[in-house]
């Protein structure tokens, strides 16, 4: 839960960044390279954990690819659209998980996920208040639309992750894994942002201070992550991870004054707990 509220922090942070004149492309490349930088100086003298099999290696730069598109994604969706709302349709990921090991071979997801996936989806619906006359939802995806699939895109992306995570990359030292993957992903947005002139530099203080932040808090969210994931189980350690968007509407509304109706917050609630019920293992 630590982990999920650090998470939200970051993205909050970046929410600072973006509305005074940072890009989206900046952000994602300077917290890549912070964190990369801190990894590598932490994993100093341990030569032994960067023994790599050639498999590893092409999963690392496979999901280095990966977390450049989510990471892109989800920051494009925070600067549209309120952090909450976009928190929550990017934690439809442990669905798209469940659903993506079953396309892929896996075990047919249980009867109590296949109730929890529709559930979660009606809530979805309440919280980003698309629900209602033809012309209301028409009216409210027209100014939420592309933040919401910008989300989609990102949760996508991060289904894949956790997949290589579980499988290919399991092995890995945890630490190793994050470093891989922020340092492709930094490398793959600084040549995709310098080529477009897309790193565009805050513009007043308060944007430099939630670019810092971001990175501090991201840096110490997806190297926890990463590192606790062998450990827990990806589908266990989603079931605290969705507490990440009731932080987020909670800090937006102290420190972004971001206000949602009641019917959206009872739609959260209900997207957190059916996703969290989905993820729980059973006794």
Not at 119 to 141: C, E, T
Request: hydrophobic fraction near 60%; charged fraction near 10%.
């Amino acid at each position: 839960m630590l982990v999920a509220v650090v998470f939200g922090a970051n993205h909050i942070a970046a929410r600072f960044a973006f509305d005074h004149g940072a890009s989206v492309a900046l952000a994602v490349v300077v917290r890549s390279a912070f964190t990369a930088l801190v990894l590598l100086a932490l994993l100093r003298g341990q030569p032994g954990t960067w023994r790599l099999t050639p498999g590893e290696r092409r999963y690392l730069l496979l999901a280095g690819g990966l977390m450049a598109l989510q990471s892109y994604c989800l920051y494009t969706a925070v600067a549209r659209i309120p952090v909450a709302l976009a928190l929550l349709a990017f934690n439809t990921y442990p669905m798209l998980y469940v659903l993506l090991g079953w396309a892929l071979g896996g075990a047919r997801p249980e009867a109590r996920a296949l109730l929890a996936m529709p559930v979660a989806l009606a809530g979805l619906a309440l919280a980003l208040d698309v629900v209602g006359s033809v012309s209301h939802v028409a009216g409210r995806w027209s100014e939420i639309g592309a933040g919401v699939g910008w989300a989609l895109a990102g949760a996508v992306s991060f289904a894949f992750i956790l997949v290589l995570n579980a499988g290919g990359l399991r092995r890995l030292d945890g630490r190793v894994r994050t470093l891989g993957m922020t340092a492709v992903s930094g490398v793959l947005v600084l040549g995709a942002g310098a080529g477009a002139d897309a790193l565009t530099l805050p513009g007043a203080a308060p944007g430099w201070i939630g670019l810092a932040a971001l990175s501090v808090l991201y840096g110490a969210a997806i190297t926890s992550l990463f590192v606790l994931l062998p450990r827990i189980g990806s589908a266990s350690s989603t079931v605290a991870l969705n507490f990440e968007p009731i932080a987020a509407l909670v800090l937006a509304w102290i420190l972004l004054d971001q206000h949602v109706k009641p019917i959206q917050l009872a739609g959260a609630f209900v997207v957190v707990a059916a996703i969290a019920w989905l993820s729980a293992r059973k006794p």
